[in-house]
């Protein structure tokens, strides 16, 4: 069963930080390009993060370069979303995604979010 378990979210004041974890089962996440996506109350899901299979290419939306930082570790089968001076724009659920094509297939996997909200 494909499993992608969003952790590390909560109430942040402005300027402080969160450590999101995605910690995936069920598929060979190792092989596959995640990302994270956030989703905030009335607005469209937007991608906040990439990083390639392997982890050699890494990129970002430009609202959160300078701040956020992906990463993974293959070995545990978790990917890890840094995020430091956090601003009240932030808040929005953070969805994990694993994406995979192969021999013209696509494989598609979405965690079920983890809410960060920053406020005051």
């Known amino acids: 069963q494909v499993q992608l378990v969003e952790s590390g979210g909560g109430l942040v004041q402005p300027g402080g930080s969160l450590r999101l974890s995605c910690t995936t089962s069920?598929?060979?996440?190792?092989?596959?390009?995640m990302r994270w996506y956030r989703q905030a109350p009335g607005k469209e899901r937007e991608l906040v993060a990439f990083i390639s299979r392997g982890g050699g290419i890494s990129s970002y939306a430009d609202s959160v370069k300078g701040r956020f930082t992906i990463s993974r570790v293959d070995a545990e089968n978790t990917v890890y979303l840094q995020t430091i001076s956090l601003k009240p724009e932030d808040t929005a659920v953070y969805y994990c995604?694993?994406?995979?094509?192969?021999?013209?297939?696509?494989?598609?996997?979405w965690g079920q979010g983890t809410q960060v909200t920053v406020s005051s």
């Open positions: 995604n694993a994406r995979r094509s192969i021999r013209g297939r696509e494989d598609d996997y």
């Open positions: 069920g598929f060979s996440s190792s092989t596959y390009a």
